[in-house]
């Protein structure tokens, strides 16, 4: 039912900033891009295992596990990337190497971005009179609707990636127009989000062809507790090639 004692406003800022600022977190975060453009359908899902600890030290340990079917593209593309001691090492396509990162904000802060890239502070007017939802496991929702103008305003960034990539980086971010946004936050009893889900159809018109694009994305937290947080470094890291 609905939760009277607290106000969508509220209760999300506050879980937003505290999930942002959290030290350590462990999560999942689960896209899928469904395009349609001259009669076909190509479905590309992707998933990142993300475990982050140390986050606000100048040195946190990161690993993240990416995998982006598409097979439909006829390829599939996997990752892992272990951040630790000022190193980042690296798995992909089969090819292992490191690199020294040292203490660096740009490496380390791009990781905890995307963890944090589906979580931009929500301006008051949109939270204002939404409903705060009371589920039985004891957590809260609450849903919100975006036009394309507070969309963009708020998750330019995000669009641009995600254009940028489906049109191999070119990207004039002013041909797209997104509609049907649906965001929903779930808010665990100890203030943390548990669960960030976003749902948009993105449209393109290019010299006369429309493409549209379903996107929908969804970021789990499993934990916020560097003692639960386990993570394991890549199989032989200290000996990848340097490079």
Do not use: H
């Not at 993240?64 to 690296?90: C, P």
């Not at 006369?208 to 969804?218: M, P, R, Y």
């Amino acid at each position: 039912g609905v939760d009277e004692s607290i106000s969508a406003k509220e209760l999300i800022s506050d879980a937003i900033e505290k999930t942002q600022n959290a030290d350590s977190m462990a999560g999942k975060m689960t896209m899928s891009m469904t395009m349609s453009m001259m009669g076909m359908t190509i479905e590309i899902p992707m998933v990142i295992d993300m475990k982050m600890k140390n986050i606000r030290s100048d040195m946190p340990t990161v690993y993240a596990d990416m995998n982006v079917d598409m097979s439909a593209l006829g390829m599939e593309q996997s990752m892992v990337m272990y951040m630790a001691d000022g190193w980042g090492y690296y798995v992909m396509d089969g090819e292992s190497y490191k690199t020294y990162i040292g203490n660096s904000d740009t490496a380390n802060g791009q990781y905890i971005d995307m963890a944090n890239s589906m979580l931009e502070e929500i301006p008051d007017n949109i939270l204002e009179g939404q409903k705060v939802i009371k589920n039985s496991d004891g957590t809260r929702t609450v849903r919100i609707e975006l036009n394309n103008e507070d969309f963009m305003a708020l998750y330019e960034d995000l669009a641009e990636s995600m254009y940028g990539s489906m049109m191999g980086g070119m990207a004039d971010i002013s041909e797209l127009n997104i509609d049907d946004v649906v965001i929903t936050y779930t808010v665990g009893s100890d203030g943390y989000i548990t669960k960030c889900e976003m749902s948009f159809v993105m449209g393109v018109n290019v010299q006369g062809i429309s493409t549209n694009t379903t996107v929908s994305a969804v970021m789990e937290y499993s934990s916020f507790d560097a003692d639960k947080i386990v993570i394991t470094p890549p199989e032989g890291y200290q000996n990848f090639p340097e490079v």
